[in-house]
C-alpha cells in the first residue's frame, strides 16, 4: 500500500526543512550569509574560538561537512582559523569583525523567518512544537 505524503513524517519534515531553508538564504542573503553557515555562526556568537570538533559536535554534522562549510566561511570573510596555542594539530575558529558586525542583524532575519513559520499557532501549540521536536530527536540520538 502506498504511503500518503501528508501522513509520512520523512516527507513532511523533509517539505518543512526545504521551505524553510529557501526562507532562510532569502532572509540571510543580503548578509552574505548561507543558510549551512548559520548554525555554525550561531554557535560561534554563543561562545567565539571552538574547534572544528566542537562544531561538528554540537550542530551534528559529520567532519567533511563542517571543513567544507568552514572554508567557505573563511572565503566569506566570516570566520578565521588560528593554531591552538596548547595543541598544534588543531585549529581554533573565531569570527571576524565581518561576522559581529552583522551578528544582531543575522539572528534578527532568523527570527523573523521563525515568526512567520509560526504566525498562525498560539503560544501552546508553539511549546507544544518543540516539545515533540526535542521528544523526536532524543528519540533518534538514543539509537
Known amino acids: ?3 500518503r505524503r501528508i501522513d509520512s ?14 526562507h532562510l538564504q532569502d532572509a540571510l542573503k543580503s548578509y552574505g550569509v548561507a543558510p549551512g553557515q548559520f548554525a555554525p555562526l550561531v554557535m560561534l556568537f554563543e561562545q567565539d574560538g ?21 572554508a567557505r566561511m573563511e572565503r566569506d570573510g566570516l570566520i578565521k582559523r588560528k593554531a591552538d596555542t596548547t595543541d598544534k594539530r588543531r585549529s581554533l ?3 571576524t569583525p565581518k561576522a559581529k558586525d552583522v551578528q544582531n542583524k543575522i539572528m534578527e532575519a532568523a ?20 516539545r515533540l521536536f526535542s521528544k523526536l530527536t532524543e528519540n533518534l540520538k538514543s539509537d
Open 1 to 3: 500500500m502506498a504511503i
Open 9 to 22: 513524517l520523512g516527507y513532511q519534515i523533509g517539505l518543512l526543512g526545504r521551505l524553510y531553508d529557501r
Open 50 to 70: 571552538l574547534t572544528q570538533a566542537d562544531l561538528c559536535r554540537r550542530i551534528n554534522v559529520e567532519q567533511p561537512t563542517m571543513a567544507n562549510t568552514l
Open 93 to 95: 575558529v573565531f569570527l
Open 111 to 130: 527570527r523573523s523567518v521563525s515568526g512567520r513559520a509560526m504566525r498562525n499557532l498560539s503560544a501552546a501549540e508553539q511549546d507544544e512544537i518543540f
